[in-house]
T-cell receptor
Framework: GNSVTQMEGPVTLSEEAFLTINCTYT??????LFWYVQYPGEGLQLLLK?????DKGSNKGFEATYRKETTSFHLEKGSVQVSDSAVYFC?????????????FGAGTRLAVHP | NAGVTQTPKFQVLKTGQSMTLQCAQD?????MYWYRQDPGMGLRLIYY???????DKGEVPNGYNVSRLNKREFSLRLESAAPSQTSVYFC????????????????FGPGTRLLVL
């Protein structure tokens, strides 16, 4: 079936460190891929997305490339800030039962220290 | 442009009580969704509404009812709350329930934290 697997957290980094959060997926067809971010006490915000193979999504210094050959959509940022501390969710959509289902990974908590 | 708004932010209920969670969006989206978020289980879809006038069950609909009041509003009702319904509830909306790119992207509200004693 369709699923998303993320690296387990928490991920703890110092400010200005390089960030990678791994995400791999299993899907039939050609899903769209997303990264959502959830800051403490808030809802999910769309961070970036990619709708086809080799697309790169980017926002706020974060990037992820849709890799069909490795079924991956890893999230990267060159220099993290304390304000990036949050939970990050990788997700995909696929069409089933008459609508696009949105499937989330379990989430990866990131803590950035000064 | 407020996006997706939800009320209340936090609610405590006793077992057997009823309540309605409200959701509204101002993005002129056709489709709306209700999810619950539980630790270690990610987000699970309760109900969705592909368009005004239609509603359908998601993965975990038992114990819930929904109403698509108009294009903007989609409410979730717990008729007889149970401790297993303690969770954080998120409403979301998208242009459509099918399609790709911008049409399918779901935008989330800030959530309602519900505690059932």
């Amino acid at each position: 079936g369709n699923s998303v697997t993320q690296m387990e957290g928490p991920v703890t980094l110092s400010e200005e460190a390089f960030l990678t959060i791994n995400c791999t997926y299993t899907a039939t067809g050609y899903p769209s891929l997303f990264w959502y971010v959830q800051y403490p006490g808030e809802g999910l915000q769309l961070l970036l997305k990619a709708t086809k193979a080799d697309d790169k999504g980017s926002n706020k210094g974060f990037e992820a490339t849709y890799r069909k050959e490795t079924t991956s959509f890893h999230l990267e940022k060159g220099s993290v800030q304390v304000s990036d501390s949050a939970v990050y969710f990788c997700a995909l959509t696929f069409f089933s039962g008459g609508y696009n289902k949105l499937i989330f990974g379990a989430g990866t908590r990131l803590a950035v220290h000064p | 442009n407020a996006g997706v708004t939800q009320t209340p932010k936090f609610q405590v209920l006793k077992t057997g009580q009823s309540m309605t969670l409200q959701c509204a969006q101002d993005m002129n989206h056709n489709s709306m969704y209700w999810y619950r978020q539980d630790p270690g289980m990610g987000l699970r879809l309760i109900y969705y509404s592909a368009s005004e006038g239609t509603t359908d069950k998601g993965e975990v609909p038992n114990g819930y009812n929904v109403s698509r009041l108009n294009k903007r509003e989609f409410s979730l009702r717990l008729e007889s709350a149970a401790p297993s319904q303690t969770s954080v509830y998120f409403c979301a909306s998208s242009g459509y329930t099918t399609g790709t790119g911008a049409r399918e992207t779901q935008y989330f509200g800030p959530g309602t934290r519900l505690l059932v004693l």
